[in-house]
């Protein structure tokens, strides 16, 4: 199931994994990639609103991504205890899990990683 879900992420996404601008005046194409995000990456949480969003990056050199969380969502620690919402701040490693098709899927658990 997860693998499926996974897949389907993938594919949804793909269409949007690189972004391109012009700057007409001169023909220069700037390439921006643009994070495709899966339960498979760590990520590091930009900035979060228990509740209702977190804005995380796969590398400093990806833009932020900001995803809805679920009303029933699930904050752990990595050997998968309950954990407060107040322990995530900008700067933690985390792991998040989705649900739903790619338009209006939401983040139902997040997985606070520990610092290496």
């Given at each position: 199931m997860t693998?499926?879900?996974?897949?389907?992420?993938?594919?949804?996404?793909s269409?949007?994994?690189?972004?391109?601008t012009?700057?007409t005046?001169?023909t220069t194409?700037t390439?921006?990639?643009?994070?495709?995000?899966?339960?498979?990456h760590i990520?590091t949480?930009?900035?979060?609103?228990?509740?209702?969003?977190?804005?995380?990056?796969?590398?400093?050199?990806?833009?932020?991504?900001?995803?809805?969380?679920?009303r029933?969502?699930?904050?752990v620690?990595?050997?998968?205890?309950?954990?407060?919402p107040?322990?995530?701040q900008p700067?933690?490693?985390?792991?998040?899990?989705?649900?739903?098709?790619?338009a209006?899927r939401?983040?139902?658990?997040?997985v606070?990683l520990?610092?290496?």
């Amino acid at each position: 199931m997860t693998r499926r879900i996974i897949i389907l992420a993938c594919a949804l996404m793909s269409p949007l994994a690189i972004a391109q601008t012009t700057i007409t005046r001169e023909t220069t194409t700037t390439q921006t990639e643009v994070m495709r995000l899966d339960s498979t990456h760590i990520m590091t949480v930009v900035s979060f609103a228990p509740g209702d969003k977190i804005s995380v990056q796969t590398a400093p050199s990806t833009q932020p991504v900001t995803v809805r969380l679920d009303r029933a969502i699930a904050y752990v620690a990595a050997d998968g205890k309950p954990i407060s919402p107040s322990s995530i701040q900008p700067g933690s490693r985390v792991r998040l899990e989705f649900s739903g098709p790619a338009a209006d899927r939401t983040v139902t658990r997040v997985v606070v990683l520990a610092p290496e």
